[in-house]
T-cell receptor, first 116, second 112 residues
Framework: ETGVTQTPRHLVMGMTNKKSLKCEQH?????MYWYKQSAKKPLELMFV???????ENNSVPSRFSPECPNSSHLFLHLHTLQPEDSALYLC???????????????FGPGTRLTVT | RKEVEQDPGPFNVPEGATVAFNCTYS??????FFWYRQDCRKEPKLLMS???SGNEDGRFTAQLNRASQYISLLIRDSKLSDSATYLC?????????????FGTGTRLTIIP
C-alpha cells in the first residue's frame, strides 16, 4: 500500500463523454503529478502541482484538464478524448521542501482508460 | 537520442544468477538518479536511489558514472520475485526539481 489512491481503477468512455479521474494522497506530501503510460513507451509526465500551484504542463492537449483543490487531492478532467488517449494514467506524490530536495515519488495504482 | 535509454530486454535469467542492467542518459546536467521497479499491471515503486559513490542494498548494487553518463544496476543471487520491469529514472533535466524522466524499462524474468 503506497498511500496514494486512484479512482476509478478502470474506465471505458466514448469520445464524446466527459469524465474525471481522482487521486488522493495520504502521505502529507506537497507535490502531485499526473503521468501517462502507454504500451512500449516510457512514462510521460503530464502535469506537476507544487504546493497546489501548477508548475509544469508538459505540452498536454487541452482535452486533459487538471485540478488540484488542495495538496492531498488531484483530478484529471477528460473530455472529447481520442482512441490514442487509451493508456494507464498514474498519479504520484512527493515531498518537496522549499529548497527543492530531489526525492522519490510514490505512485498510485493507476486508472486504466479505454477510449472507444 | 532518447533522454534516458535502456535495453528493453527481455532478460531471461536462471534463479541464483547475477544480472546487470545499464542505462544511459543524455543530459550531463542531470542531478539525481533512481531505479524503480514495476511489476506487471502495477504501479512503479522506488527500488533504490543511485549515488555518485555507488550504493548497495542487500543483493542490489547501483553505480553511477557521470563521465560516461550511465547508471547500472546489479542483482546478485536472483530470486523468482525479482521478475519485473526495471525503470531507469533521471531527475533534473532542466525543467524543475521534481521532473522525473523515465526510461522504457528493462524486463527481467527469473527462470526456476
Amino acid at each position: 500500500e503506497t498511500g496514494v489512491t486512484q479512482t476509478p481503477r478502470h474506465l471505458v468512455m466514448g469520445m464524446t463523454n466527459k469524465k474525471s479521474l481522482k487521486c488522493e494522497q495520504h502521505l502529507g506530501h506537497n507535490a502531485m503529478y499526473w503521468y501517462k503510460q502507454s504500451a512500449k513507451k516510457p512514462l510521460e509526465l503530464m502535469f506537476v502541482y507544487n504546493f497546489k500551484e501548477q508548475t509544469e504542463n508538459n505540452s498536454v492537449p487541452s482535452r486533459f484538464s487538471p485540478e488540484c483543490p488542495n495538496s492531498s487531492h488531484l483530478f484529471l478532467h477528460l473530455h472529447t478524448l481520442q482512441p490514442e488517449d487509451s493508456a494507464l494514467y498514474l498519479c504520484a506524490s512527493s515531498h518537496l521542501p522549499r529548497g527543492g530536495f530531489r526525492g522519490e515519488q510514490y505512485f498510485g495504482p493507476g486508472t486504466r482508460l479505454t477510449v472507444t | 537520442r532518447k533522454e534516458v535509454e535502456q535495453d528493453p530486454g527481455p532478460f531471461n535469467v536462471p534463479e541464483g544468477a547475477t544480472v546487470a542492467f545499464n542505462c544511459t542518459y543524455s543530459n550531463s546536467a542531470s542531478q539525481s538518479f533512481f531505479w524503480y521497479r514495476q511489476d506487471c499491471r502495477k504501479e512503479p515503486k522506488l527500488l533504490m536511489s543511485v549515488y555518485s559513490s555507488g550504493n548497495e542494498d542487500g543483493r542490489f548494487t547501483a553505480q553511477l558514472n557521470r563521465a560516461s553518463q550511465y547508471i547500472s544496476l546489479l542483482i546478485r543471487d536472483s530470486k523468482l520475485s525479482d521478475s519485473a520491469t526495471y525503470l531507469c529514472v533521471v531527475n533534473g533535466l532542466g525543467f524543475g526539481n521534481e521532473k522525473l524522466t523515465f526510461g522504457t524499462g528493462t524486463r527481467l524474468t527469473i527462470i526456476p
